[in-house]
């Protein structure tokens, strides 16, 4: 996928344990660790409010996109069209 979460070396950079985090938000340590490993589809607009205003970032602080080889091939083939 072309989004990377990149949640983890926030967490490092802030010295803020994810477990913490987790409780501040509202959400379960299990949604959490899903996030950021990046083994989940979306992410709530809300969810994305709250640990911008916690750790004091931007969303793109949080998530990058990266070119893929099945992304470039996806936009080529619309490209062709």
């Known amino acids: 996928m072309p989004i990377r979460v990149t949640l983890d070396r926030l967490l490092a950079e802030r010295g803020v344990r994810a477990r913490d985090l987790a ?3 509202g959400i379960t340590e299990a949604n959490l660790s899903l996030l950021r490993r990046g083994h989940v589809k979306g992410v709530r607009f809300d969810t994305l409010a709250a640990l911008c205003a916690l750790l004091q970032c931007q969303p793109g602080d949080i998530l990058a996109w990266q070119q893929d ?3 470039e091939s996806h936009v080529s083939k619309e490209n062709a069209e």
């Open 69 to 71: 080889e099945e992304n």
């Open 23 to 25: 409780k501040q938000i």
